[in-house]
């Protein structure tokens, strides 16, 4: 895979801006597993990502997309295996890590959750973060 396309926000003399570009592996954040994306829902945070003064990229350029479901293409981690479907929600991705508005997103393991079985990955990410989190909130009312 020479290149493939992502969103790229970039910042020039004090405008934000974004725009599909081809970008290589090189341009991805560091990590241990390399994921083709299927699908990245759109969060409140992903259009902040895109206004200026928006809070939420710490360095320019930036693949923005705070989640992703995909297929494992390569990694180095043992807990994973290639052809693997997995999501990630969270921590640093869009913000200071590249995301999941590309073709490919390499990811540290530790953020890596295994596709449950009942889902695809196309309802993950109609869930997505936004669904997480309020599945979360539902839970904690319940116990509490």
């Known amino acids: 895979m020479d290149s493939f396309k992502a969103i790229l926000v970039t910042e020039q003399n004090d405008q934000v801006s974004y725009d599909l570009q081809n970008v290589s592996v090189n341009d991805l954040s560091e990590g241990e597993v390399l994921i083709k994306v299927a699908y990245s829902s759109i969060n409140y945070k992903d259009m902040l990502a895109v206004q200026k003064n928006g809070g939420v990229i710490r360095n320019y350029p930036m693949i923005p997309g705070i989640d992703l479901s995909g297929t494992i293409v390569h990694t180095t981690d043992n807990r994973f295996v290639e052809g693997q479907q997995v999501i990630v929600t969270g921590f ?18 530790d953020w890596i959750v295994h596709l449950p079985n009942n889902l695809t990955l196309k309802e993950a990410m109609i869930f997505g973060t936004a669904g997480f989190t309020a599945a979360l909130s539902i839970m904690a009312l319940q116990e509490n």
Do not use: I, N, Q
């Open 92 to 109: 640093a991705m869009g913000m200071s890590h590249t995301g999941g508005f590309s073709e490919y997103a390499r990811v540290p393991a």
